[in-house]
Structure formats: C-alpha cells, structure tokens
C-alpha cells in the first residue's frame, strides 16, 4: 500500500476530473439507453471513435461512449480523465516510475490537445489530458472567468 506521504512527494498533480468515457459492448443501444433513462443527449459530432453527450454547460467534466475492445480483459470499462498541465514527457516518466504503463497514446485530440490511457499496478485504466495552451477547452474557461 502506498502511503499518503508518498503520493504527495508526486512532481505531478492533475488539476480536476475532465471526461468520463465509458466502453460499451453496443454503443447505439448504450446511447438509447442513456437518452431514454437520463436525458443525456449525443452531440452531433464525434472524436474518433468517441460519441460525446451534451452536458449541462456548467458540469466541470465532460461524458463520451466508445466501443469496447476486442479482449476485454485488458481495460476497465468506465475510465475518468484527469486533466494534467506538466509536460507529457514528465508524466510518462512518473507512470514508469511508479509501475505504471501507458496503454494508449499519446493521442491527439483536434482543437484540444493530446490523451494518454495508462494502466497503474493494481489493473484500473486511468486517463490523462494534456490541452493545448490555445484548445477550445482553454478558450471557454476564459470565457467562464
């Protein structure tokens, strides 16, 4: 078990929760379902592979469903992202650091920045979110300021 003193000795810290992605065996019924029993609404775009539901403009995170993997055995299927602002270079070399491994990424995300998707020692996915200094995201918490 790591103690809280070694976690806070980090040189990293991520600033807030930013997405929740869930993976779905059948993201079309996934969809229904959550339009139908939340009133979650699909916007008209998607990222990738990436279905991104409308979220109250003052939720501090955002939701996206995509497919999940053939094996699997491999992820988690509900994975939070964690927006980070040091270089990706450092965190990478934490994850490693620490027994962890990047399974996904970087990735770019256009008009946003760049995602990663690591694995800690004990199994659970976990995200990371780098904006660009310049990404949408920047801009509308500028204009929440």
Known sequence: MISSRSLCQLEFKTRSLCQL???SKDVSKT?????????????????????????PEDSSFGISVS?????????????????CDQPLDEILNHIKNFGGR???????VPAYG?????????????????????????KVEGEAN
Not at 67 to 83: H, K, L, N
């Open 21 to 23: 992605e869930f993976k």
């Open 102 to 108: 990047v399974i996904e990424g970087p990735r770019s």
């Open 31 to 55: 969809l229904i379902f959550f339009e139908q029993v939340f009133g979650w609404k699909t916007l008209p775009i998607t990222l990738q592979d990436y279905f991104v539901i409308d979220v």
């Open 114 to 138: 760049k995602a990663i998707k690591l694995s800690e020692p004990g199994g659970i996915t976990i995200g990371l979110f780098f904006p660009h200094a310049e990404s949408m995201l920047s």
């Open 67 to 83: 497919p999940s993997s053939q094996d699997e055995g491999t992820e988690s299927p509900t994975i939070a992202y964690f927006r």
